[in-house]
């Protein structure tokens, strides 16, 4: 069966800091991978999408990368944090090749920049 | 920005149906409707999609009206652990790429004892 892993659950980092958030999808191949945030209480905001290993689609402007170092690794990352990067992420994945299904989401991770 | 129409917040008592409204009037043909649901500070969590014709899995049923402008999502027993944000959401069958599912600000459903 198909398993999503995201870590690290919670975070506090101070402004200006370096993050890296990981995502890793386990039991298939070629997944389409998602970075979704969502501030408190709204919706989710779609940040990048990959569909391939090194290809990175990014939704809106903003102060975060995304990179696919590998093909079930998807990685989101800032050079210097803002306070205005303080949300809940959320990593979720998709069968590639298949026209509706669902997409399944990791547990997120709870990010609070001080 | 998200296709779809919901209300901010309803109540459902313990044990009855939970009947969650979605319109889509903008809705095109390809687009298949999705719901998903998210209890607090955890990852969406699937419930059912569909594109035309009612749909029933384990955790609920979706009604699409015949014009599929609108949808309702029905939790025919609510429990207490079914108090969520619920999500409506339209999606072109088409879109294999990225982008494809929208997420708007939801229903938040509080089941009350």
């Known amino acids: 069966s198909q398993t999503i892993h995201q870590w690290p659950a919670t975070l506090v980092q101070p402004v200006g800091s370096p993050l890296s958030l990981e995502c890793t999808v386990e039991?298939?191949?070629?997944?389409?991978l998602y970075w979704y945030r969502q501030a408190a209480g709204r919706g989710l905001q779609l940040l990048f999408y990959s569909v391939g290993i090194g290809q990175i689609s990014s939704e809106v402007p903003q102060n975060l990368s995304a990179s696919r170092p590998q093909d079930r690794q998807f990685i989101l990352s800032s050079k210097k944090l803002l306070l205005s990067d303080s949300g809940f992420y959320l990593c979720?994945?998709?069968?590639?090749?298949?026209?509706?299904?669902?997409?399944?989401f990791g547990q997120g991770t709870r990010l609070t920049v001080v | 920005d998200a296709k779809t129409t919901q209300p901010t917040s309803m109540d459902c008592a313990e044990g009855r149906a939970a009947n969650l409204p979605c319109n889509h009037s903008?809705?095109?043909?390809?687009?298949?409707v999705y719901w998903y649901r998210q209890i607090h500070s955890q990852g969406p969590q699937y419930i059912i999609h569909g594109l035309k014709n009612n749909e029933t899995n384990e955790m609920a049923s979706l009604i699409i009206t015949e014009d599929r402008k609108s949808s309702t999502l029905i939790l025919p027993h609510a429990t207490l652990r079914d108090t969520a944000v619920y999500y409506c959401?339209?999606?072109?069958?088409?879109?294999?790429?990225?982008?494809?599912?929208?997420f708007g600000p939801g229903t938040r459903l509080s089941v009350l004892p």
């Open positions: 903008t809705i095109s043909g390809n687009e298949y």
């Open positions: 979720a994945w998709r069968p590639r090749g298949t026209l509706n299904t669902e997409a399944f």
């Open positions: 959401i339209v999606r072109d069958v088409n879109s294999n790429y990225g982008q494809n599912f929208v």
């Open positions: 039991g298939t191949s070629n997944p389409n």
